[in-house]
């Protein structure tokens, strides 16, 4: 009779001791490796950005080849796929809408620019000017 006592006894799972040690241990593991994973993510969106904002710029190179000038900062990255009113405007020059940054706002683009004929950068994901995140087409 103790025989089948201990054949019930070994099926019936875990204990609350072995789910709670389990369940350290994987939070453990999350606490170690989710930070890693987080800073690869960064690192990719900002890889992204610096891509995105080289694809804008040789658009914005076509137009200025093609129209004698940059967009102004009034016309902005829209003049890129939508005619300003300009008459040798040959576009659109983006084969899609302007995009958004990674982060889902808007770039920011200033003609004349303070770093060159043109400034064209986002903010990063804190979403402050003038921090060590922004993304920039001049650095």
């Not at 609350?16 to 170690?32: K, S």
């Not at 043109?118 to 650095?139: A, R």
């Amino acid at each position: 009779m103790s025989g089948n006592f201990d054949e019930r006894r070994s099926e019936r799972g875990f204990t609350l001791i072995e789910l709670i040690v389990v369940l350290v241990i994987l939070g453990l593991l999350a606490a170690v490796v989710a930070p890693r994973i987080y800073d690869k993510l960064a690192k990719g969106k900002e890889q992204i950005e610096k891509i995105q904002i080289k694809e804008l710029e040789s658009a914005l190179q076509v137009f200025s080849f093609e129209v004698g000038r940059y967009p102004t900062t009034a016309e902005g990255l829209d003049a890129l796929v939508r005619n300003p009113g300009i008459e040798s405007w040959k576009g659109p020059y983006l084969a899609k809408e302007v995009p958004k940054d990674q982060w889902g706002k808007p770039y920011v683009y200033r003609c004349p620019g303070m770093h060159g004929a043109y400034d064209l950068y986002t903010f990063g994901p804190d979403g402050v000017e003038g921090t060590d995140d922004d993304v920039c087409s001049w650095k």
